[in-house]
């Protein structure tokens, strides 16, 4: 008996130890506890399908070197499942191993499951099968909507419980997010909304992952989960009970780019202050979004029209490396909170005023630490303070960070760290062949329906592309056959991009943008006597990561089309057959891939011309610099290096204004920009280990004609 009682008391002891209730992850009012201490956490969004497995270890390694705790990524849902149940964690897609590479640096992981991430990523981050389920609606208190979310986190919650990887097992994850910055769509996402809220915070903690969760911009999130603040500045913000700590789970860094807008740049000075701000009233977790931003590969830039590079600014820009002096100044205010750490987790500050601008916050711990953050608020002027007898000069708009009350180890707005601006090196053009797509022949995929019919519904996001074509019967006794006064075809489409060809001639293309998708085309066509062809491509540029119900968007030719200028006045040619073709001929032939390429008859080089499929071989650069190829002379269309997805490439002109860019005063994504005038995305990058010595094959699609003498290979160094 006694032996029993032993061997079941053995039991319940294991049971405790390694159940999710007991775990070594917890919190109280002033910040995460781990294994019975509190932390300061500096934390870095790296999101591993934005770079490639190849380029993981490094980028862990530069976050730590730059005095990161914690390795924040997103969960992608349709990257992990494309197709209704099922499932890929392959290459860049391999979780567990980014997970893994974490641990091995030593440093921790918040995992935001959501699964709806944003992230100006394709759909949100949802696969494009959610929107066809029956009786779906996204985000709110739907019953088909909840039962698939809940299937994937469960999914990656046992996933990473089977690997061992909460904190409690001995794994890196001591953080867990469910939904996504919500909170501002309860308002408008009506009597759904906070059931859904309350319902996905039950959820997430039901699973049993062991570890606190996070829903950022949540201010009801429901206990036990913590509500987190995201933005330029967090310093104004205070979780929805005393018993929470101060957690900032988005510290952006800069901005992202689109197709068509300038490129935004955040000041260090100002990135600093705002973290020192946040620290110093109390804050205690802070996640820069992003450390790396990385690249947009395949199709997976959201928006509409967000572009390929997801540099954001970011202190390691999107090639690996790092971004001076962002970097360097972030990695010394990062060395002064940790000497400051045994101050800043002993309670709340005391703070005193030491002039009109200027304040002091003071940490004092009953074991003698003490630690104060001198602040000066002032836009323009310096200020000479005294604090504790002390006189200490600090620049405007910024915070000096005394670790022991004494000593100014860093200021904000001093960057000791030398600039390293990044420089572009070309080392080699390429000879070209080309392959056109058919502009008017269907093939056997083709499918006729009655009226315009939304472009996704056909497609599923499987390409961009989807061609609409329907035939005109002009009569012999038409005015204009005469005059040669050519009708004037109109069409108006829900967007991204389109290009219309009328008995296999182009008549041009148009687009729209970042801020107004929608677009009209309008021009005179010439028609002759009989059977004429409109052939109309529509092309997606990403599909809608944010807003309400954004599973109701639009996307292609939803009319009206119209042809004016005959005897009749004007012909609507919406409600008439129109045959429908999804994708192009090179698409579904593969010419982008090694196999593919030697399906079709390659000419000699076609410049210039729309819809046509261009490739080249090329040699590796010497060396281990990363590289790019500079698209700046072409139109828009993608590129593949060796049957890999570089991305989407569009030489669009960006719009905004460069002026001048102070880093003093409050910070907004419009207020320090660049390339006004010029491209908005010139070079794009060609990881390392897509790469062979020789003999690389670089196929590209372009959509509207380009100069391929301008196409160049390009390494970037520091």
């Known amino acids: 008996m006694y ?19 007991n775990a070594a992850v917890s919190y109280d009012h002033k910040a995460v506890v781990i294994n019975g201490q509190r932390r300061i956490l500096m934390s870095g969004s790296i999101h591993y399908p934005r770079s490639t497995p190849e380029m993981w270890p490094d980028l862990i390694q530069k976050a730590k070197d730059g005095g990161l705790d914690v390795i ?44 709806y991430v944003c992230a100006e990523w394709n759909f949100g981050g949802f696969p494009v099968w959610l929107k066809y389920v029956p009786g779906i609606s996204f985000r709110t208190d739907n019953g088909p909507f909840k039962a698939a979310m809940q299937t994937f986190v469960e999914k990656i ?25 919500y909170g501002p769509m309860e308002s408008v996402m009506g009597s759904g909304a906070k059931p859904y809220a309350n319902w996905a915070a039950k959820m997430a903690v039901g699973t049993g992952a062991g570890v606190p969760w996070a829903m950022c911009k949540q201010d009801d999130a429901p206990d ?54 946040f620290i110093q009233k109390g804050g205690s977790f802070v996640n820069y979004y992003m450390y790396h931003g990385g690249t947009n590969f395949d199709r997976t830039a959201g928006g509409p029209f967000i572009a390929t590079s997801y540099d954001y600014d970011a202190p390691i820009d999107e090639y690996g490396l790092l971004r001076q002096p962002k970097w360097g100044h972030l990695r010394d205010l990062h060395k002064a909170i940790k000497q400051a750490e045994p101050a800043l987790v002993s309670g709340d500050p005391t703070i005193q005023s030491i002039g009109n601008y200027e304040k002091a916050y003071v940490f004092k711990s009953s074991t003698g630490a003490c630690a104060a953050f001198l602040s000066n ?31 100014a180890v860093f200021n904000t707005a001093t960057v000791k760290e030398p600039s390293s601006p990044a420089r572009m090196n070309p080392v080699g053009g390429f000879s070209w062949q080309s392959y056109s797509e058919a502009t008017n022949a269907l093939d056997g995929s083709a499918f006729t329906k009655d009226g315009l019919v939304e472009q996704l519904s056909m497609t599923w996001d499987k390409s961009d592309y989807l061609w609409y074509t329907t035939y005109v019967n002009i009569d012999s006794n038409e005015q204009f056959l005469k005059s040669g006064q050519w009708p004037q075809l109109t069409i108006y489409s829900a967007g991204h991009s389109m290009q219309v060809f009328v008995n296999g001639q182009s008549y041009g293309a148009v687009y729209g943008g970042y801020d107004s998708p929608k677009l009209t085309y309008s021009g005179h066509v010439k ?42 006045g004007k012909r609507d040619l919406g409600n008439q057959k129109w045959t429908y073709q999804i994708g192009l001929r090179g698409e579904s032939l593969g010419v982008h891939s090694v196999a593919g390429s030697s399906s079709v008859e390659w000419g000699s080089a076609a410049g210039k011309q729309p819809l046509t499929w261009h490739k080249a071989y090329f040699n590796a650069p010497a060396g281990n610099d990363p590289v790019a190829l500079d698209m ?33 005063g409050t910070y907004s994504e419009t207020k320090c920009l660049s390339n006004c005038g010029d491209i908005s995305q010139r070079w794009y990058h060609v990881p390392r280990s897509w790469l062979n010595p020789s003999r690389n094959l670089l196929v590209v699609l372009e959509e509207f004609g380009g100069d391929l003498s301008g196409v160049t290979l390009m390494t970037r160094t520091t």
């Open 632 to 664: 700046g002379s072409m139109g828009k269309g993608q590129i593949w290096v060796n049957g890999h997805h570089i991305g989407r490439y569009w030489s669009y002109k960006a719009s905004g204004n460069c002026a001048g860019c102070s880093y003093a």
């Open 157 to 181: 919650v046992s996933m990473m419980k089977s690997e061992g990887l909460f904190e409690w097992q001995g794994g890196p994850i001591i953080l867990a997010q469910v939904e996504n910055e």
């Open 527 to 568: 028609m002759w006597q009989g059977s004429n062809k409109i052939s109309i491509l529509s092309a997606a540029v990403g599909l809608p990561n944010q807003g309400t119900h954004f599973e109701t968007w639009n996307v292609g030719v939803l009319g009206p089309v119209t042809l004016s200028g005959l005897n009749e």
């Open 3 to 21: 032996g029993g009682v032993l061997i079941l008391s053995l039991l319940v002891a294991a049971a405790i130890v390694s159940s999710p209730a």
């Open 72 to 115: 924040q990524t997103y969960v992608f849902w349709n990257g992990h499942e494309p197709v209704k149940g099922q499932y890929y964690f392959g290459d860049r897609y391999d979780l567990v191993r980014f997970v893994k590479l974490v641990k091995q640096a030593g440093l921790y992981v918040h995992l935001r499951i959501g699964p």
């Open 224 to 277: 036990p989960v913590i509500n987190t603040c995201n933005g330029f500045y967090c310093d104004y913000f205070t979780p929805n009970s005393n018993s929470k700590p101060t957690m900032w789970t988005e510290a952006w860094s800069g901005w992202f780019t689109a197709f068509g807008g300038a490129v935004p740049h955040r000041p260090v000075e100002d990135l600093a202050f705002a973290v020192a701000r």
């Open 377 to 407: 608020y002032h836009t323009s002027s310096t200020a000479r303070v005294v604090f504790n007898g002390r006189r200490y000069d600090l620049p405007a708009w910024s915070i000096s960070v005394l670790p022991d009350c004494k000593t």
